[in-house]
């Protein structure tokens, strides 16, 4: 990947984009469409693909390309935990990414459906990929702990079992590191895979992808205590009135501001473990992005 951050984050949301268009299309005659409408949906409407990009940037930092299958399968997950997340029994959101969210533009058993079909189309995804036998099982092995219970499910959990509840910064710190950071560390890894990374390498994409999850739910803290739902694109100011513990409620706006910087700096640290800056520089400029982004 070549160019400012700003292009190559376009580019692979239009290249995932593209691969998902072909890899979701169906016939809109069969029994099931109301399915793969609900699936297209939520799969095809605007995400910034940020796994897609780091899944293609750890790839790229190792000098190897990516099969799309890797990338489009984390960001499937993704898909699938996002609509599941706004159900009623979970966070219990209307919207998402700007507009209803699945569950509203259909109904609460077709998005459960839909959620389930895509996590199932993702290992799939990878089962079929464009690589070989012994990369396509490590990658369906990564993805799979880091979406389970291990990973985003348990953080999940947490966060569940928290919310009306007090928690503190180790139960929070457990919470997002699984919930948010486990997706990022699988994209990571799994680029790390697809370029044939060292151990060191794997794990050093692991701490990228733990730390940056980090720093990037905190700034998601600070935009819902701050943001407009029209920048946001979901409900404003709903961490309060849903009871959700958050870093501003526990250590206060500005020490949330320093933490989030402290994680985004271990997460740059943690690709000192691909050579030179260079190799690496759109995951150290996308670092920088998430911590400053006002949306
Ligand atoms: C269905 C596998 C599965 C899991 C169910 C619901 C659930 C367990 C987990 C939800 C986890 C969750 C919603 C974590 C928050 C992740 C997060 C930071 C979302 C926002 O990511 P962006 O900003 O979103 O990258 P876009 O819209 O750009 O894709």
Redesign the pocket.
């Known amino acids: 990947m070549n160019g400012s951050l700003t292009d190559a984050l376009q580019a692979v949301a239009s290249r995932t984009d593209a691969f998902l268009d072909r890899f979701l299309a169906y016939d809109p005659g069969c029994r099931a469409a109301r399915l793969f409408e609900a699936i297209r949906y939520s799969s095809l409407?605007?995400?910034?693909?940020?796994?897609p990009f780091v899944a293609f940037a750890f790839a790229d930092a190792l000098g190897a390309s990516l099969p799309d299958e890797f990338a489009a399968a984390v960001?499937l997950?993704?898909?699938?935990?996002?609509?599941?997340?706004?159900?009623p029994a979970?966070?219990n959101d209307d919207f998402?990414?700007g507009k209803p969210a699945n569950h509203k533009k259909f109904d609460e058993a077709t998005a459960i459906l839909a959620?389930?079909a895509?996590?199932i189309k993702a290992f799939g995804l990878l089962a079929d990929a464009d690589t070989e036998a012994e990369k396509r099982a490590r990658a369906a092995s990564r993805l799979a702990f880091y979406?389970?219970a291990d990973g985003?499910?348990g953080?999940?959990?947490i966060?569940l079992d928290h919310t009306g509840r007090a928690a503190d910064g180790d139960v929070l710190r457990e919470q997002d590191e699984k919930?948010?950071g486990a997706?990022l560390a699988a994209a990571a890894e799994l680029g790390t895979i697809a370029g044939g990374g060292s151990p060191a390498q794997m794990k050093a994409a692991a701490q990228y992808g733990v730390a940056l999850?980090m720093a990037?739910?905190m700034v998601?803290d600070l935009l819902d205590l701050r943001g407009s739902a029209a920048a946001i694109?979901k409900t404003a100011g709903k961490d309060a009135s849903a009871g959700k513990a958050t870093y501003p409620a526990l250590f206060g706006a500005d020490e949330t501001e320093r933490l989030a910087a402290a994680y985004s700096a271990q997460a740059k640290e943690a690709l000192d473990a691909f050579g030179d800056g260079a190799k690496a520089a759109l995951l150290y400029e996308l670092t920088d992005f998430l911590l400053a982004r006002d949306r």
Request: proline content about 0%.
């Open positions: 409407d605007g995400g910034k693909r940020i796994r960001e997950i993704h898909c699938a935990s996002l609509i599941h997340d706004d159900l979970m966070d998402r990414r959620g389930d895509l996590l979406a389970g985003m499910c953080g999940q959990q966060d919930k948010t997706l999850g990037f739910q998601d694109g």
